[in-house]
T-cell receptor
Framework: DAGVIQSPRHEVTEMGQEVTLRCKPI?????LFWYRQTMMRGLELLIY????????DSGMPEDRFSAKMPNASFSTLKIQPSEPRDSAVYFC????????????FGPGTRLTVL | QQQVKQSPQSLIVQKGGISIINCAYE??????FPWYQQFPGKGPALLIA?????SEKKEGRFTISFNKSAKQFSLHIMDSQPGDSATYFC???????????FGKGTRLSVIA
């Protein structure tokens, strides 16, 4: 398996623009997670899905952030409008089943908002 | 509310030395405690994990020590090597439909 795939790997945009980050989880995995990593706050869980259904989005910082999972093999995280404080590395991760199963992370998308 | 507290934030160890990273948790319902390793430019990857029914788990040079009564667990890296230089995250979760809760990470540098 190719692992969790994220695109783009790097994104540079200007404040106010819409940004869409994409994730393809490992085939067969039931859970998908979106994280944001910064030096100050570490790894923050933004939202997670189980069988394509959003379970907990309490970590989404503001209404500017939205996430979808239209099918088992694809998810998006959208920021509209983007702001400089959104600059971070965004990770997608997937997991097969329960809370004790290994969680596999993608390589991340480094977002820079100018 | 931070449910998993990790220390230190950064650590410098001589090659061949022992690296020790500590974590403390609050939720007594946690029953799974993994450590993740992250190299620059990569996503975190599972290194080793422990359940609370044992006090220690060893895999090669990496050992988790677990103290249920103190609600603490730690990662020991024996004979630390420059290739171990990375950021290490402790985490905790409960069985079932729950996400991992991560500590804030420890940046380890092993110098020759």
């Amino acid at each position: 398996d190719a692992g969790v795939i994220q695109s783009p790997r790097h994104e540079v945009t200007e404040m106010g623009q819409e940004v869409t980050l994409r994730c393809k989880p490992i085939s067969g995995h039931d859970y998908l997670f979106w994280y944001r990593q910064t030096m100050m706050r570490g790894l923050e869980l933004l939202i997670y899905f189980n069988n394509n259904v959003p379970i907990d989005d309490s970590g989404m910082p503001e209404d500017r952030f939205s996430a979808k999972m239209p099918n088992a093999s694809f998810s998006t995280l959208k920021i509209q409008p983007s702001e400089p404080r959104d600059s971070a590395v965004y990770f997608c991760a997937s997991r097969l089943g329960g809370g004790t199963d290994t969680q596999y992370f993608g390589p991340g998308t480094r977002l820079t908002v100018l | 509310q931070q449910q998993v507290k990790q220390s230190p934030q950064s650590l410098i160890v001589q090659k061949g030395g022992i690296s020790i990273i500590n974590c403390a948790y609050e939720n007594t319902a946690f029953d799974y405690f993994p450590w993740y390793q992250q190299f620059p430019g990569k996503g975190p990857a599972l290194l080793i994990a422990i359940r609370p029914d044992v006090s220690e788990k060893k895999e090669g040079r990496f050992t988790i020590s677990f103290n249920k009564s103190a609600k603490q667990f730690s990662l020991h890296i024996m004979d630390s090597q420059p290739g171990d230089s990375a950021t290490y995250f402790c985490a905790a979760s409960m069985s079932g439909n729950t996400p991992l809760v991560f500590g804030k990470g420890t940046r380890l540098s092993v110098i020759a």
